[in-house]
């Protein structure tokens, strides 16, 4: 058992999990941001533009409820896109910000790289044939 703990420990402080752990934390702050930004000003908005008080109230009615008297034989078959809007906005949301943030990071990690500096060109090593060649004329130097 105490070699367990030790175990995840160790997992447990290394850097990575950190990072994503305050990550995961930072994700849902935003989320919630993102969230109130869309339902308590975009969403008021395009329910302005559709002519309604609340966005979830537009539904698309398939089949409409079937009554008898008070009681319900059918209930009412609609598709709710209020709220698939809502939803959809706050994930374009979302993903625009994540998308600033990799470029921005892209940048800077960029700028701050070290650059290489170009290796000089090691001289051109002659070939077999070459250096054959070359020590058959001094052969031939060395008879004369």
Do not use: H, Y
Not at 16 to 29: E, Q, S
């Amino acid at each position: 058992m105490k070699k367990l703990l030790k175990e995840f420990k160790e997992f447990a402080t290394r850097g990575n999990v950190l990072d994503m752990a305050i990550g995961v934390i930072i994700g849902g702050a935003f989320g919630k941001i993102t969230t109130s930004l869309v339902n308590d000003v975009f969403m008021p908005f395009i329910a302005f533009l559709f002519g309604t008080r609340d966005m979830t109230a537009l539904n698309l009615v398939v089949r409409e409820a079937v009554m008898d008297g008070d009681t319900v034989v059918k209930e009412a078959i609609t598709i709710g896109f209020g709220s698939f809007v809502a939803t959809v906005i706050d994930f374009l949301l979302i993903a625009f910000v994540v998308f600033w943030i990799v470029k921005i990071v892209n940048t800077i990690r960029k700028a701050t790289e070290k650059k290489e500096e170009p290796k000089p060109e090691e001289p051109k090593k002659p070939t077999q044939e070459e250096l054959l060649a070359e020590i058959r004329d001094i052969l031939k130097n060395q008879e004369k």
